[in-house]
Nanobody, 122 residues
Framework: QVQLVESGGGLVQAGGSLTLSCAAS????????MAWFRQAPGKEREFTAA????????YYKDSVKGRFTISRDNAKNTVYLQMNSLKPDDTAVYYC???????????????WGQGTQVTVSS
């Protein structure tokens, strides 16, 4: 069982930056692929970024490439999402997820955090 707790959300102006953190419980954190998904009001949850257990491979939604960076510290059981050049369209609840594979499909992730709100004002 893995428990995930996100933090770092908040209100930021367009062009600003935020770093989200997701702390995981358990001793097998490095075995899990980790991902960030986001859900805007009235929209479906969408893939944002993912990282392999080793941290060696990363994947991004096209619209965040070059602006967001996913990373992990397996010694701290934590995954991060550094978000730069934020846009109002990035406004959403951001969720971290853990699963066996580095995929974009949310259904293949087994564990989810409670989410953290990111609001970008224009």
């Amino acid at each position: 069982q893995v428990q995930l707790v996100e933090s770092g959300g908040g209100l930021v102006q367009a062009g600003g930056s935020l770093t989200l953190s997701c702390a995981a419980s358990g001793r097998t954190f490095s075995r899990y692929a980790m991902a960030w998904f986001r859900q805007a009001p009235g929209k479906e949850r969408e893939f944002t970024a993912a990282i392999a257990g080793s941290g060696g491979s990363t994947y991004y939604k096209d619209s965040v490439k070059g602006r967001f960076t996913i990373s992990r510290d397996n010694a701290k059981n934590t995954v991060y999402l550094q978000m730069n050049s934020l846009k109002p369209d990035d406004t959403a609840v951001y969720y971290c997820a853990a699963g066996p594979l580095v995929v974009r499909n949310s259904h293949l992730y087994d564990y989810w955090g409670q989410g953290t709100q990111v609001t970008v004002s224009s």
